[in-house]
């Protein structure tokens, strides 16, 4: 057991070592942290503005769109790296356009079905989950 983790230590001291990898893990902790830093610096601002509950309506937005995004499937990023590929340049046999079209066949009645259920469940939302009380429903 010991050997697997010095192993694994230093393989890890091995992918660090080189100076772009590391320039590239430093900028991610910087940009995560400063993320950090003006999250918790703007939310009283935030909060003065909108009040506690526009504040918690914000954040229900939010939500909503980061559970929306796993609808996604990853074919949003499928989609960007067929297009970014270099041999896709080219495009002879119309591939990036029968890849477009395959993929409106799924997101649009995937759209419409999960506007039709947020519509239908917007009442129920705001009156019984959300419990607004200075802001209306409407």
């Known amino acids: 057991m010991r050997n697997i983790?010095?192993?694994?230590?230093?393989?890890?001291?091995?992918?660090?070592?080189?100076k772009r990898l590391f320039k590239n893990i430093s900028a991610n902790f910087i940009g995560s942290g400063w993320n950090g830093l003006l999250i918790i610096l703007a939310t009283p601002w935030y909060v003065s503005l909108l009040g506690m509950e526009g504040y918690?309506?914000?954040?229900?937005?939010?939500?909503?769109?980061?559970?929306?995004?796993?609808?996604?499937?990853?074919?949003?990023?499928?989609?960007?790296?067929?297009?970014?590929?270099?041999?896709?340049?080219?495009?002879?046999?119309?591939?990036?356009?029968?890849?477009?079209?395959?993929?409106?066949?799924i997101y649009w009645p995937l759209a419409v079905f999960l506007t039709i259920v947020i519509l239908c469940s917007s009442g129920w939302i705001a009156n019984n989950w959300l419990k607004l009380h200075v802001l209306s429903t409407e």
Do not use: H, P
């Open 56 to 105: 918690g309506l914000l954040g229900f937005w939010l939500l909503m769109q980061i559970v929306l995004s796993l609808f996604d499937f990853g074919l949003g990023a499928t989609l960007v790296r067929e297009f970014a590929d270099a041999k896709a340049q080219q495009d002879i046999d119309g591939r990036r356009c029968d890849l477009l079209r395959s993929l409106e066949y």
């Open 5 to 18: 983790i010095k192993t694994l230590i230093n393989r890890f001291v091995y992918l660090i070592s080189s």
